[in-house]
């Protein structure tokens, strides 16, 4: 069955303090690995997609990256805006829905 | 350009009741999908509508249903509430031939059943 799971559930940091997320996950063909970030009262808004082992994707402080089993969205530098709920989902072939995990729950603090 | 609506933003129910949910895609996108997010679930697929076709359905009892109409407005009905359907109902839109990368969530309907 496919699945996802996301670690840690919540992660609190100082600002400037760095760190990663992991989403692991188990797929019987990976297609694509969403990232989403989510705020309070508000859908998830698209951060990145990765396709293959190896490949990374970077925006602003946000760096994603994927293996073969899991994917790490590392914070560098995180500033209190960054505090959020992380997403991340697969695609499996053959399929156009999305496998979510729970989410990481970020905050960071000045 | 506007974003994806949903109406109504929340909603208030007893267990029994039947409801219904509107989902406004963004100009242009045809795909709908649904998915309803709960603290210990997480986001869970429901269905997805192409062209007034269901393409794509999650596992949800049939109590959870979808329809789609020519303008591409999407609305999904849950009938006999029971009180863990209370959830938040996203919907999504993506645009003809784009990937789940060009997929767009909306605020979503918080619906409670008491």
């Known amino acids: 069955e496919d699945q996802v799971t996301q670690s840690p559930e919540a992660l609190r940091l100082q600002e400037g303090e760095s760190s990663s997320l992991n989403c692991s996950y188990t797929v019987s063909g990976l297609r694509g690995l969403f990232w989403y970030r989510q705020d309070p009262g508000k859908g998830p808004e698209f951060l990145f997609t990765?396709?293959?082992a190896g490949e990374e994707k970077e925006k602003e402080r946000l760096k994603a990256t994927l293996t073969k089993k899991e994917s790490f969205l590392h914070i560098t530098a995180p500033k209190p805006e960054d505090s959020a709920t992380y997403l991340c989902a697969v695609q499996a072939d053959n399929t156009d829905k999305l496998i979510f995990g729970t989410g990481t729950r970020l905050q960071v603090f000045p | 350009k506007a974003g994806v609506t949903q109406t109504p933003r929340y909603l208030i129910k007893t267990r029994g009741q039947q409801v219904t949910l509107s989902c406004s895609p963004i100009s242009g996108h045809r795909s709908v999908s649904w998915y309803q997010q709960t603290p210990g679930q997480g986001l869970q697929f429901l269905f997805e509508?192409?062209?007034?076709?269901?393409?794509n359905k999650g596992n949800f009892p049939g109590r959870f249903s979808g329809r789609q109409f020519s303008n591409s407005r999407s609305e999904m009905n849950v009938s006999t509430l029971e009180l863990g359907d209370s959830a938040l109902y996203l919907c999504?839109?993506?645009?003809?031939?784009?990937?789940?990368?060009?997929?767009?969530f909306g605020p979503g309907t918080r619906l409670l059943v008491l």
């Open positions: 990765l396709y293959s």
């Open positions: 509508y192409f062209s007034e076709t269901q393409r």
């Open positions: 999504a839109s993506s645009s003809p031939g784009g990937g789940l990368e060009t997929q767009y």
